[in-house]
């Protein structure tokens, strides 16, 4: 993996720099606000049912196979008209690259064959050189780039530049799995592990920070133009332990990015669930834009946050099921109440449901585009 950035990234090469994301992202808004989603590859559009149906292999087996996994990525960007695709693939991928048993379940998500429950489990697994992801990686890297290649092809199309986010989960959220062995409802196990010993808790976060920010990177120096840290289970912290205990190895996997690329050339985008309460300490992370869920005006967000930085967000999934009006008044109160910010990029509260019809999505593209203050 290249040390820095070079002429070839697309932000250079492809002039995805001047993207209406990336713009955004910056802080510059542009005249037509920018629009993806979470999830917006994947399950919820049939031919990615097909596509799978037709391959034969598991979720994480086409997370790792780069013709499969660009395609995937470019359908919705085809299918929609969102302004930017994101990469196909899943949080735990990382750590699969490096030797960790998990697979995702149908019906339940990632379950783990050996739980991190103990400091003797912890000091095993963390044995492992979190750079193995890069060496490991290398079909990350070629998926990444081929889709890049994909986005210039479709930018030629479009008249304008289409650029490639790549993401990464959380150490929390990690720890969260790895510790349960699974999902959980409360996330008690890690939580509980958090204060019981919070030695060995301390070296699985600078761990898992090691290995997802790993993750991040190489798919930025592979031609991803943005990247988004994903943290599905913070809002079950109190703002006391989010700061002591994870905060800070959030903002290491953040720093592997920033490692990468000391010109702060490709902005960052940090995403909670249900944190709300967090959002001041979300954004002190050294991101560009913060996501915002569902349950929090953006507007009022912004003042949490106090600070003036680029939102993300945050039109309710459920809105993609109700009547038309009723989505498209929601979609605008989204877009008034971004205007708070020095610059808005629209998504949802959350990930794209698996029972969306993808007209649906497709017009809530539209009248984001043809939205004006």
Same mark, same amino acid.
């Given at each position: *993996?290249?040390?820095?950035?070079? $002429?070839?990234? &697309?932000?250079?090469?492809?002039?995805?720099?001047?993207?209406?994301?990336?713009?955004?992202?910056?802080?510059?808004?542009?005249?037509?606000?920018?629009?993806?989603?979470?999830?917006?590859?994947?399950? $919820?559009?049939?031919? #990615?049912?097909?596509?799978?149906?037709?391959?034969?292999?598991? *979720? =994480?087996?086409?997370?790792?196979?780069?013709?499969?996994?660009?395609? !995937?990525? *470019?359908?919705?960007?085809?299918?929609?008209?969102?302004?930017?695709?994101?990469?196909?693939?899943?949080?735990? !991928?990382?750590?699969?690259?490096?030797?960790?048993?998990?697979?995702?379940? /149908?019906?339940?998500?990632?379950?783990?064959?050996?739980?991190?429950?103990? +400091?003797?489990?912890?000091?095993?697994?963390?044995?492992?050189?979190?750079?193995?992801?890069?060496?490991?990686?290398?079909? !990350? /890297?070629?998926?990444?780039?081929?889709?890049?290649?994909?986005?210039?092809?479709?930018?030629?199309?479009?008249?304008?530049?289409?650029?490639?986010?790549?993401?990464?989960?959380?150490?929390?959220?990690?720890?969260? #799995?790895?510790?349960?062995?699974?999902? $959980?409802?409360?996330?008690?196990?890690?939580?509980?592990?958090?204060?019981?010993?919070?030695?060995?808790?301390?070296? @699985?976060?600078?761990?898992?920070?090691?290995?997802?920010?790993?993750?991040?990177?190489?798919?930025? /120096?592979?031609?991803?133009?943005?990247?988004?840290?994903?943290?599905?289970?913070?809002?079950?912290?109190?703002?006391?332990? #989010?700061?002591? %205990?994870?905060?800070? %190895?959030?903002?290491?996997? =953040? +720093?592997?990015?920033?490692?990468?690329?000391?010109?702060?050339?490709?902005?960052?985008? %940090?995403?909670?669930?249900?944190?709300?309460? @967090?959002?001041?300490?979300?954004?002190?992370?050294?991101?560009?834009?913060?996501?915002?869920?569902?349950?929090?005006?953006?507007?009022?967000?912004?003042?949490? !946050?106090?600070?003036?930085?680029?939102?993300?967000?945050?039109?309710?999934?459920?809105? @993609?099921?109700?009547?038309?009006?009723?989505?498209?008044?929601?979609?605008?109160?989204?877009?008034? $109440?971004?205007?708070?910010?020095?610059? %808005?990029?629209?998504?949802?509260?959350?990930?794209?449901?698996?029972?969306?019809? &993808?007209?649906? @999505?497709?017009?809530?593209?539209?009248?984001?585009?043809?939205?004006?203050?």
């Amino acid at each position: *993996m290249p040390t820095t950035l070079t $002429s070839a990234h &697309p932000l250079i090469a492809h002039r995805t720099a001047e993207s209406r994301l990336v713009r955004a992202l910056r802080g510059d808004r542009p005249a037509v606000t920018p629009v993806w989603f979470m999830r917006q590859a994947g399950r $919820s559009l049939p031919e #990615y049912r097909e596509l799978r149906a037709a391959g034969g292999g598991s *979720m =994480l087996d086409t997370c790792r196979d780069p013709a499969l996994a660009s395609e !995937i990525t *470019m359908q919705p960007v085809r299918r929609h008209g969102v302004d930017a695709a994101v990469f196909f693939s899943d949080i735990v !991928i990382p750590l699969r690259l490096i030797g960790v048993e998990v697979d995702i379940v /149908a019906g339940r998500g990632p379950v783990f064959a050996h739980p991190a429950r103990t +400091s003797a489990d912890i000091a095993a697994l963390t044995r492992t050189d979190p750079d193995t992801v890069l060496s490991a990686g290398g079909a !990350i /890297a070629d998926g990444v780039a081929r889709t890049v290649e994909l986005l210039a092809e479709e930018s030629e199309h479009r008249g304008e530049p289409l650029p490639l986010i790549g993401f990464a989960g959380a150490p929390f959220t990690l720890a969260a #799995y790895l510790i349960e062995g699974g999902p $959980s409802k409360d996330h008690l196990a890690a939580r509980s592990l958090m204060h019981a010993d919070p030695v060995a808790w301390t070296a @699985l976060l600078e761990w898992l920070a090691a290995v997802t920010g790993n993750f991040l990177a190489l798919q930025v /120096a592979a031609g991803a133009s943005a990247g988004q840290l994903f943290d599905s289970w913070a809002g079950s912290l109190t703002p006391r332990d #989010y700061r002591a %205990h994870v905060l800070p %190895h959030s903002r290491a996997a =953040l +720093s592997a990015v920033r490692a990468l690329d000391p010109a702060r050339t490709v902005p960052l985008i %940090h995403f909670g669930v249900g944190t709300g309460e @967090l959002l001041a300490d979300l954004a002190d992370v050294d991101a560009d834009a913060i996501g915002v869920d569902h349950r929090v005006d953006l507007d009022e967000a912004l003042r949490r !946050i106090g600070r003036d930085v680029t939102v993300q967000g945050n039109l309710d999934p459920a809105m @993609l099921f109700a009547p038309e009006e009723v989505r498209t008044a929601a979609i605008h109160r989204a877009l008034r $109440s971004g205007l708070a910010a020095r610059a %808005h990029v629209f998504n949802l509260g959350h990930g794209v449901p698996m029972q969306t019809d &993808p007209d649906v @999505l497709g017009a809530v593209v539209r009248t984001v585009h043809a939205w004006r203050p």
